[in-house]
């Protein structure tokens, strides 16, 4: 009998080929997500160079810092009003995911059994799954009119607290369900050394559960800071501020954020462009927007790899 | 025989021991944190039931009133003539945009990542950019549609319309079905391939008729839930023209109707949400009632197929 050599065992010529072309279909459609990457900064880069020259053009560098606020149409474009808005609303929608999320998390993983949680887990399943405008509609039907006027006398119809509750609601399944992972990736051996200690449940909760999984729940509450930041229709309907915004740190009145500028512009009226910088304004706002997720879910991932490789 | 041990779990006498373990004093702090854990979930649960009730009660009328035929009508200016017909036919395109483009590229990319790809620098830079592509925020994939379908390949794709829309929203999801294959492939455990490997199948044969065919419910479960993101989401359609007032109906041809103008059932929500409450309020709580109603059907038909098709190993 021959001995049987490497061109035996490769099989026949006809499938290899076959096996590479297909091989490589996969690679390009892969490959397609950094096509999409690459086209993403490409169209924001080209916008913002756009911006700039429109601006040094124009009134000059000087309306991106100024005390009027955002007002694309009149050419001030006041960084400080849009970025400070954001940091609002993602405050105060962290100020209502962070309990909310945690607090459900710490439930569902520390003290339901498994019948309760069969119940209690679709509740936020649920809650995630509601779109964003529906949550926008219930803010301004009901949140703002019915629980932030009420409870203050001076906030207006459109303000910045009842858009910010309503983000946080809509982030706090995220949160609650990144961290929910984290705690249940804490080995059951350090619990029960806990009890054997004789702790009871909520010191072993507090002081041994979460320590340990204490960069998970960084990574959930970061991812929440991003998804707060990126929230589009909620603080675009319910914050006000169609057309621009004056500088204000009044979360009782109405306010704006990068994406609420965004998405105000883009509809307010249907041709915008060329002539002025406000076109282009729309993607200075993208780069700013991409930046600060872009580190926010880097520094996320990197939480999320820390606590992946401890257990 | 085996010596099994009896526990006494009620009665004086174990009552006694589990009194004497838990210590003198009751636990109040212990039951406070419970309870206010608890209450976390439950005001999740009540933000739910208020928000379902709210927009239950609004939009009852405008069902009661015209029946069906909100479902059917036009766009229009005039709140009691307006409906959602156009919205749910756009909604119905952009879906359909999603399954022809996102499903085929994004289970072929997550079949690359986890049965072709070695551990490279190449694969790495791919799945991070996969990972960033999925937390970009929604809007700024408006950007992108704007940028090159709006505006680079205007003659193809007539602006500001349908087909710029749909493939705006394909890209979108493209992320969240690449990421939810990858984990239904993961999960296949690897006897089944080393099986197929060793009677001589290619790789291609192996995930074709092995890995696939296991991985499918998962893959399913994932392609549904990104038609979920796919209806639910609007805040790119505003920058792509999805939120249009107003715009004519009338039978147009296939390639007319993907160059022209066109709107989605949230992208309708958010336009009648800016006009005022009291004319439009009961007519977006019913469009709202429409939405959450298809994406009820779309979510339970997932969890259906994962129920029916799950299996352990």
Known sequence: MAAIGIAELQGNARRRRRESRIRRVFLAAAATAIVINVAILLSLFDGVVDFFRELVEGPGLGVLWNDTGWFPRRNLFDVKTVFVGTVMISLIAMLVATPLGLGAAMYLSEYAGRRPRRILKPILEILAGIPSVVMAYFVISFISPDVVQRLFASATFYNMLGAGIGVGILISPIVASVAEDAMHAVPNTLREASFGLGARRKATTLRTVFPAAVSGIVAALILGVSRAIGETLVVTLAAGATGGSAFTLDPLGPGQTMTAALASLATGSDQVKGGSAAFPSLFFLGALLFLFTLVLNLASDRFVRRVRRKY | ?313
Do not use: C
Not at chain 2, 75 to 100: D, H, K, T, Y
Not at chain 2, 155 to 174: C, D, F, K, N, P
Not at chain 2, 213 to 231: C, E, F, K, S
């Open chain 2, 1 to 313: 025989m085996p010596r099994t041990a009896t526990v006494e779990r009620s009665g004086p006498a174990a009552e006694a021991v589990r009194r004497a373990l838990r210590g003198k004093r009751a636990d109040l702090g212990g039951l406070a944190f419970q309870a206010a854990l608890l209450l976390a979930l439950l005001l999740a649960l009540a933000v739910l039931v208020t928000l379902i009730a709210d927009i239950l009660g609004t939009a009852l009328s405008v069902f009661a009133e015209r029946g069906t035929t909100f479902l059917t009508d036009n766009l229009s200016s005039l709140p009691e003539r307006a409906g959602v017909g156009q919205g749910i036919v756009g909604s119905l395109w952009l879906m359909g945009f999603v399954a022809v483009l996102s499903f085929p590229l994004g289970i072929a990319a997550a079949i690359y990542l986890e049965e072709y790809a070695t551990d490279n620098r190449f694969t790495r830079f791919l799945s991070a950019s996969i990972r960033n592509l999925a937390g970009i925020p929604s809007i700024v994939y408006g950007l992108l549609g704007l940028a090159i379908f709006v505006q680079l390949f205007s003659g193809l794709t007539g602006g500001r319309s349908l087909m710029s829309g749909g493939l705006t929203m394909a890209i979108l999801v493209l992320p969240i079905v690449i990421i939810t294959a990858a984990e239904a492939i993961r999960a296949v455990p690897l006897a089944i391939r080393e099986a197929g490997f060793g009677v001589g199948a290619t790789r291609w044969e192996v995930v074709r008729s092995h890995v696939l065919p296991y991985a499918a419910p998962g893959v399913l479960t994932g392609t549904i839930l990104a038609l979920a993101r796919a209806l639910g989401e609007a805040a790119p359609l505003l920058l792509i023209g999805g939120a249009p007032t107003f715009f004519s109906a009338g039978s147009r041809g296939f390639l007319e109707t993907l160059q022209g103008e066109y709107t989605a059932l949230p992208a309708i929500i958010f336009t009648w949400s800016r006009k005022s409450l009291r004319a439009f309020g009961e007519s977006t709580a019913a469009a709202i009632v429409v939405l959450l109603a298809v994406l009820l059907l779309i979510n339970a038909t997932a969890i259906l197929l994962r129920n029916r098709y799950e299996r352990k190993w």
